[in-house]
């Protein structure tokens, strides 16, 4: 049995009843919250090692917990919502989710999704352990603390993960599903468009002005590169 816990925000009992018997298996604990007020209740008192969340809640819908997470930590979080519509799943990953699951789904894809996600927050892929040092900019892999003109930049895990792949790798162009592939490890569940966002939420936290971007550049017509 893993000793990483995990919540899942659901109203769906039916939905919240195969979602936890499936990670259950899969060895973590899991806890199922089906109200929104409820939901930022539990997580005040302690947080999880990772977040399923659903858009449409009662009380107090998804991107308003999303938006609460996000100002107190960087907990992964897997939006999971029947709702399809491009703008929803933007506005998702722009508050800080790290992926976005749509109803109907599969189990056994979500689980996946899950181990992914845990995988990379806790550093199990970031090779060596020394931090990378740029004239204005320090990744450091083994405190996942990024330092940008002095001052300490609050990173959610999969933007940590995303600039820290293309810092390792300093001028070769990588395209989204390459990015996809090595970031999320999943290119071939999540929209491209993914990559784009995150990008462009990096470069707004990292960037003196994002744009005219320094570090993170855009290769037209290819995909994107890291600049040191």
Same mark, same amino acid.
Do not use: C
């Given at each position: 049995?893993?000793? &990483?816990?995990?919540? *899942?925000?659901?109203?769906?009992?039916?939905? /919240?009843?195969? *979602?936890?018997?499936?990670?259950?298996?899969?060895?973590?604990? #899991? @806890?199922?919250?089906?109200?929104?007020?409820?939901?930022?209740? !539990?997580?005040?008192?302690?947080?999880?090692?990772?977040?399923?969340?659903?858009?449409?809640? +009662?009380?107090?819908?998804?991107?308003?917990?999303?938006?609460?997470?996000?100002?107190?930590?960087?907990?992964?979080?897997?939006?999971?919502?029947?709702?399809?519509?491009?703008?929803?799943?933007?506005?998702?990953?722009?508050?800080?989710?790290?992926?976005?699951?749509?109803?109907?789904?599969?189990?056994?894809? &979500?689980?996946?999704?899950?181990?992914?996600? &845990?995988?990379? =927050?806790?550093?199990?892929? @970031?090779?060596?352990? =020394?931090?990378?040092?740029?004239? !204005?900019?320090?990744?450091?892999?083994?405190?996942?603390? #990024?330092?940008?003109?002095?001052?300490?930049?609050?990173? @959610?895990?999969?933007?940590?993960?995303?600039?820290?792949?293309? /810092?390792?790798?300093?001028?070769? *162009?990588? @395209?989204?599903?390459?990015?996809?592939?090595?970031?999320?490890?999943?290119?071939?569940?999540?929209?491209?468009? !993914? *990559?784009?966002?995150?990008?462009?939420?990096?470069?707004?936290?990292?960037?003196?002005? +994002?744009?005219? +971007?320094?570090?993170?550049? !855009? #290769?037209?017509?290819?995909?994107?590169?890291?600049?040191?």
């Amino acid at each position: 049995m893993s000793d &990483l816990s995990i919540i *899942v925000i659901e109203d769906e009992p039916s939905i /919240a009843e195969v *979602v936890h018997l499936y990670l259950k298996r899969a060895g973590y604990q #899991v @806890t199922i919250v089906g109200d929104g007020q409820a939901a930022l209740d !539990t997580l005040a008192r302690q947080l999880p090692d990772l977040v399923i969340l659903d858009i449409m809640l +009662p009380h107090v819908d998804g991107f308003a917990i999303t938006r609460w997470l996000r100002d107190r930590s960087d907990v992964p979080i897997i939006m999971l919502t029947s709702r399809r519509e491009e703008s929803d799943r933007i506005a998702g990953l722009e508050l800080g989710a790290d992926d976005y699951v749509v109803k109907p789904f599969s189990p056994q894809e &979500l689980v996946s999704r899950v181990r992914a996600v &845990l995988r990379r =927050t806790r550093g199990s892929q @970031t090779g060596s352990d =020394t931090p990378l040092v740029f004239p !204005t900019l320090t990744i450091d892999p083994q405190t996942r603390l #990024v330092t940008a003109l002095s001052q300490e930049i609050n990173l @959610t895990a999969r933007e940590f993960d995303m600039l820290y792949w293309m /810092a390792r790798h300093p001028r070769q *162009v990588f @395209t989204r599903s390459q990015l996809l592939e090595a970031v999320w490890g999943l290119s071939e569940y999540i929209d491209p468009s !993914t *990559v784009t966002v995150h990008l462009r939420r990096l470069r707004e936290k990292i960037e003196p002005d +994002p744009a005219n +971007p320094a570090h993170l550049l !855009t #290769v037209w017509g290819v995909g994107y590169k890291f600049e040191p």
